[in-house]
Nanobody, 125 residues
Framework: QVQLVESGGGLVHPGGSLRLSCAAS????????IGWFRQAPGNEREGVSY????????DYADSVKGRFTISRDNAKKTVYLQMDSLKPEDTAVYYC??????????????????WGQGTQVTISS
């Protein structure tokens, strides 16, 4: 059973922090790159951050650079997204996704093999 489960979402004030987790099971995480995506109501699902399967190279959307940090712990089969200095526009459902083949750009949704169910992040005063 292949599964990705996000956790760590919640409601925080602007300027606050959250750490999201993506726990993998049913496959070897070491061989998969992981992307974080988010989707706000009425919007397209957009790429937020990415970490490669090989050397741990990371990438970020311009909107979150300097505020978000992606990391992975293969021994725990978990990928994290540390989110700092949160803004109301960060409010969305956040999804993690895994792909074995990295031939396409990281933000292309259809390039991913597995998706989690999402976790809600709400930034509000």
């Amino acid at each position: 059973q292949v599964q990705l489960v996000e956790s760590g979402g919640g409601l925080v004030h602007p300027g606050g922090s959250l750490r999201l987790s993506c726990a993998a099971s049913g496959f070897t995480l070491d061989y998969y790159a992981i992307g974080w995506f988010r989707q706000a109501p009425g919007n397209e699902r957009e790429g937020v951050s990415y970490i490669s399967s090989s050397d741990g190279t990371t990438d970020y959307a311009d909107s979150v650079k300097g505020r978000f940090t992606i990391s992975r712990d293969n021994a725990k089969k978990t990928v994290y997204l540390q989110m700092d200095s949160l803004k109301p526009e960060d409010t969305a459902v956040y999804y993690c996704a895994a792909r074995r083949l990295a031939y396409r750009s990281w933000y292309i949704r259809s390039s991913y093999d597995y998706w989690g169910q999402g976790t809600q992040v709400t930034i509000s005063s």
